[in-house]
């Protein structure tokens, strides 16, 4: 495979790192918000960097974001998480970073369906909305809300969820649009206990493919994927 066919699929190499009090929930499977919530009094701490190691019109690139996340008290019609993250920092050029401070929540009604003892479906709704903090989106806004089907296989303990987004302008590219998003997880039993499949895609422009892999050990979890630029 050509290196220009490298660089053309390979948009961005991102690894995320994340630690959680009694928990092994993440924010998201690596871009698109994860089904996951978390249960109360449970929290987490995470970050994500983001690699780019050639040159391209904008330069060799490399940011990293810090999220903290935590479970509300459970309540009669389901289970809530809020959290702060802030994002992004550019690691050559700290102090020029465009970065956002965004308050976030999820939303996971209790009620669910099976479907013959084998599988479940469940809702998940969720916002974020931001301001800019640094560089040239300081003062800027944006917003974004979505909601998703989540399925789960009981016997394979695959995890599937789909559904819509709306974001305003700041969150992708300086347009609002509505766009569609999936995530998918898949564990694997061998040979590497806590090893699962993931993969998560947002559509439109400026969002990624991203397929990777993500290992849990009790409280920690780290993952690695490639993402594949929307084109």
Not at 18 to 36: K, Y
Not at 77 to 104: C, K, M, P, W
Not at 178 to 203: K, M, R
């Amino acid at each position: 495979m050509s290196l220009w066919l490298i660089r053309s699929l390979v948009a961005v190499c991102c690894l995320g790192f994340l630690w959680a009090g009694a928990v092994q929930a993440q924010q998201t499977i690596i871009n698109a918000p994860s089904p996951d919530v978390l249960n109360p009094g449970e929290w987490s701490i995470g970050t994500g960097h983001y690699f780019r190691p050639w040159h391209t019109s904008s330069n060799p690139g490399g940011f990293f974001n810090l999220s903290v996340t935590y479970g509300l008290p459970r309540l009669d019609f389901g289970d809530i998480e809020v959290g702060i993250n802030a994002n992004y920092f550019d690691y050559r050029h700290l102090t020029q970073s465009a970065a956002f401070a965004d308050l976030g929540f999820k939303w996971r009604p209790r009620y669910r369906v099976t479907i013959g003892g084998k599988a479940d479906f469940s809702l998940l709704v969720g916002n974020t909305a931001g301001i800019g903090i640094s560089g040239h989106t300081e003062g800027k806004v944006r917003d974004m809300v979505y909601t998703s089907v989540v399925m789960r296989n009981h016997g394979t303990g695959t995890r599937i969820s789909t559904g819509p987004y709306y974001a305003t302008r700041n969150v992708f590219d300086s347009s609002p649009r509505i766009g569609a998003q999936v995530t998918f997880e898949q564990p694997v039993l061998a040979p590497i206990y806590g090893l699962t499949l993931v993969t998560d895609w947002q559509s439109g422009k400026g969002a990624y493919l991203t397929p990777g892999l993500m290992w849990t050990k009790d409280n920690f979890s780290a993952g690695i994927g490639y993402g594949l630029a929307n084109t």
